[in-house]
């Protein structure tokens, strides 16, 4: 089984910045991408930011020059360090992990439980 733990949110002011992490363990033969999708109340989930297992980016253009996405490998862990927040950024953060268990697995889907970002004054 794989699982994705995610940590990091909280309350913050508007211009502050907050850092997710999500860890990812189990059995895990390698990853094709890891993401930060987030969820606002009564809008649809959308992406935030990703890695490839190449190492480039995607940004929404909405955070583009604001939030930045990286990993440690050799942790399987994903950070989001997000700066200059906005109410606007409240949402539900997913960590998302597309990745292989064993070479004889298709890539699969895997998400985490969600952390509370929320920005108010």
């Known amino acids: 089984q794989v699982q994705l733990v995610e940590s990091g949110g909280g309350l913050v002011q508007p211009g502050g910045s907050l850092r997710l992490s999500c860890a990812a363990s189990?059995?895990?033969?390698?990853?094709?991408?890891m993401a930060w999708y987030r969820q606002a109340p009564g809008k649809q989930r959308e992406l935030a930011a990703e890695?490839?297992?190449?190492?480039?980016?995607n940004y929404a253009d909405s955070v583009k020059g604001r939030f930045t996405i990286s990993r440690d490998n050799r942790k399987n862990t994903v950070f989001l360090q997000m700066n200059s927040l906005q109410p606007e950024d409240t949402a539900v953060y997913y960590c998302?992990?597309?990745?292989?268990?064993?070479?004889?697995?298709?890539?699969?889907?895997?998400w985490g439980q969600g952390t509370q970002v929320t920005v108010t004054s």
């Open positions: 998302n992990a597309r990745l292989q268990r064993s070479w004889r697995d298709p890539i699969t889907n895997y």
């Open positions: 189990g059995s895990i033969f390698s990853f094709n991408a």
């Open positions: 890695v490839i297992s190449a190492g480039s980016t």
